[in-house]
């Protein structure tokens, strides 16, 4: 079974970047639709951006869009979350999640059924 692991976070100002990095540890992932999801303290997790497989189809809440960029290389086997313009609000623990029989991305978390263990993204004011 292939598992996600997500690298990239940490603490960063207002107004900074940070790039996420998502690659799984064993089989590739390379015909998964793929998304980023974010939790915050006492919320559910929400739905941050997905992808398919051919990197194409991309998709991004509200909150995060123009800010966000998910892109992914196959090649390399590794999605990627570039996020600029950051604002303490951002600040989650933010998830990798992969759809293993679907080639496109979903809004809808219960449609993921590989995940990271996170990555804290903390924003400072």
């Known amino acids: 079974q292939v598992q996600l692991v997500e690298s990239g976070g940490g603490l960063v100002q207002a107004g900074g970047s940070l790039r996420l990095s998502c690659a799984p540890s064993?089989?590739?992932?390379?015909?998964?639709?793929m998304g980023w999801f974010r939790q915050a303290p006492g919320l559910e997790r929400e739905f941050v951006a997905s992808i398919n497989w051919r990197g194409g189809g991309t998709d991004y809440a509200d909150s995060v869009k123009g800010r966000f960029t998910i892109s992914r290389d196959n090649a390399k086997n590794t999605v990627y979350l570039q996020m600029n313009s950051l604002k303490p609000e951002d600040t989650a623990v933010y998830y990798c999640?992969?759809?293993?029989?679907?080639?496109?991305?979903?809004?809808?978390?219960?449609?993921?059924?590989?995940w990271g263990q996170g990555t804290q993204v903390t924003v400072s004011s």
């Open positions: 999640a992969g759809r293993s029989s679907y080639e496109g991305g979903s809004r809808v978390r219960y449609e993921y059924d590989r």
């Open positions: 064993g089989r590739t992932f390379s015909t998964y639709g």
